[in-house]
């Protein structure tokens, strides 16, 4: 009985003390807040999973003109690879490392470039069985989604990150 009295009371701690110091799962509560109203997002796999996030933030409005956005995040190049990672001692693949890698650059709408080219990596880590060879595929693309997801989340806090230049002065003489 003192057992379980104990172990409520360190429970009912614990979850105090972690909410007190402001603990927070990573995408639960407040989206970034993104410093354009608009934003035109290239359309590429990243890109079409970036504008549904957005969209369901509802604090920026993607717009389908690259024109009529404040700024525009220019996804030019997206790839997915697999590279083994070690072999058993027979020679035959135990694992391979997952990577996905995203190109990107910000501009403003004077098309001043607000971040230069930039690449984010997300990798992960595939164990291969060859007796196990159809699970071991849907496993890999379900990891490529959940590397997708992270991908998104990367380029959210970086696009939150970008600050607009100040507007060009006109020159008094």
Do not use: H, W
């Amino acid at each position: 009985m003192q057992a379980r009295m104990a172990a409520s009371v360190f429970a009912v701690a614990a979850v105090l003390l972690l909410s007190a110091c402001g603990f927070q799962l990573r995408g639960s509560g407040q989206s970034a807040v993104l410093p354009f109203s608009t934003l035109y997002i290239s359309p590429t796999g990243v890109g079409i999973d970036l504008k549904r996030r957005l969209a369901r933030s509802g604090s920026t409005t993607v717009v389908e003109d690259s024109k009529a956005a404040e700024g525009v995040v220019e996804l030019l190049a997206e790839t997915r690879d697999r590279q083994i990672l070690s072999l058993n001692s027979q020679g035959r693949v135990r694992e391979y490392t997952l990577n996905l890698r995203v190109n990107f650059r910000i501009k403003d709408q004077a098309n001043r470039e607000l971040l230069p080219t930039t690449q984010v990596v997300v990798q992960r880590t595939l164990s291969f069985d060859e007796s196990k060879v159809l699970a071991k595929e849907g496993e890999e693309v379900t990891l490529y989604r959940d590397m997708q997801s992270d991908m998104v989340g990367q380029l959210l806090r970086r696009i939150a990150a970008t600050r607009p230049l100040a507007p060009p002065q006109p020159v008094v003489q």
